[in-house]
């Protein structure tokens, strides 16, 4: 089978498609058919060296979508439509930018019956399902409240302004760029905010008593200032690292954390573990309510297989709002 093989860090020159094995699937296994799969910081620093030393020939890629080959429990069937997230893709076996892919049948959520081209469908499991479990499992979310998304035009602050507002919630995004404005408000934001950095004082100028919750993407480099547009009592969630890396110096519990707000990361890796088992999530009702057209889209634009370096390189450029996807 054709699969990207990466054997040394380095730029998108590094990704190689190569033909390899095809992979095995033991009993607590299925292997899959991929017919497209979403693009992923993560794989941009994997691919970097910034996850894990390369020391052996990696393939990359913690998401996809696609059907059945084979099931050795009989779980799923032959052709069944699936998609599946994390569980060690790319790390503890090869992941998803190839032809097959063999994922831990807890990683796998059933699609069958929903009327979504592969490439939409690909748009949606990790930034979907990290939503889902920052938002619902870590602030648990109600509806009514207000959520700030720091960071919204990476592809899991969209997911996440789409899913709350499809929830019931009042959502204020942020972003770098007027330019992106729109784009946030066709996502369900409620509220654009141009961020500058500091933007807890504008946020409280729409909510005095402070939001209820936080997610912030952008990581360490604004948490301060994120969390200081907390309400007492309520919450912040970091799932993302765009602005470097997840170290705050200095952290001052009483000056720098607002009085009784809580503070936690949300790693995705928890995905289809026994904490957070998939069987649980909502992604067949968030891809049945974007098949009616009640959430949009995330996906900004289809690669085709051989233009995985193109797409790494736009990624890295920040040209990216919204979900980039690989169709095979």
């Known amino acids: 089978m054709k699969a990207y093989v990466i054997e040394q ?15 095995e699937s033991n009993n607590d296994e299925v292997l899959v058919r991929v017919r497209a799969f979403g693009l992923n910081r993560a794989e941009v620093y994997r691919r970097q060296g910034k996850m894990g030393p390369i020391d052996s020939p990696v393939v990359p890629g913690i998401e996809a979508v696609g059907e059945v080959i084979r099931d050795p429990s009989g779980t799923f069937r032959t052709g069944q439509r699936v998609a599946t997230a994390m569980g060690g893709l790319q790390f503890s076996r090869p992941g998803s930018y ?7 049948a807890q990683n796998l959520i059933s699609l069958d019956g929903i009327d979504l081209a592969w490439d939409e469908l ?22 009514g ?33 007027v330019s992106n404005e729109a784009r946030l408000k066709e996502a369900g934001a409620d509220e654009v905010i141009v961020d500058t950095g500091e933007i807890a004082g504008l946020v409280r100028q729409s909510i005095p008593g402070g939001v209820d919750a936080v997610l912030e993407v952008v990581g360490a480099a604004t948490l301060r200032d994120s969390v200081k547009a907390l309400r007492p009592f309520g919450g ?11 170290v705050l110096e200095s952290f001052h519990l009483m000056q720098d954390l607002p009085g009784a707000v809580h503070l936690n990361f949300f790693p995705s890796g928890l995905l289809g573990t026994a904490a957070l088992p998939l069987i649980e999530s909502p992604l067949r ?25 193109q797409a790494h390189r736009l990624m890295e450029s920040n040209a990216a709002v919204g979900k980039f996807v690989v169709q095979l």
Do not use: C, H
């Not at 592809?155 to 770098?176: D, E, F, H, P, Q």
């Open 122 to 143: 690909a748009a949606l499991p990790e930034s979907y399902l990290t939503a889902w479990g920052a938002l619902d499992r870590s602030l648990q979310i109600q509806s």
């Open 9 to 23: 860090a380095g730029g998108p020159e590094v990704l190689q498609l190569r033909d390899i094995g095809a992979p």
């Open 98 to 104: 190839a032809e097959q892919v063999s994922v831990l």
């Open 236 to 246: 912040a969630s970091v799932i993302g690292l765009l602005g470097g890396a997840p």
């Open 145 to 177: 409240q207000t959520l700030l998304v720091r960071g919204a035009t990476s592809a899991v602050g969209m997911a996440s302004v789409a899913y709350a507002k499809a929830r019931g919630l009042n959502v204020i995004a942020t972003t770098r760029t």
């Open 285 to 309: 009702w968030i891809a049945q309510e974007i098949a009616a057209g009640r959430i949009p889209s995330l996906r900004t634009r289809t690669f085709d297989f051989d233009d995985v370096r």
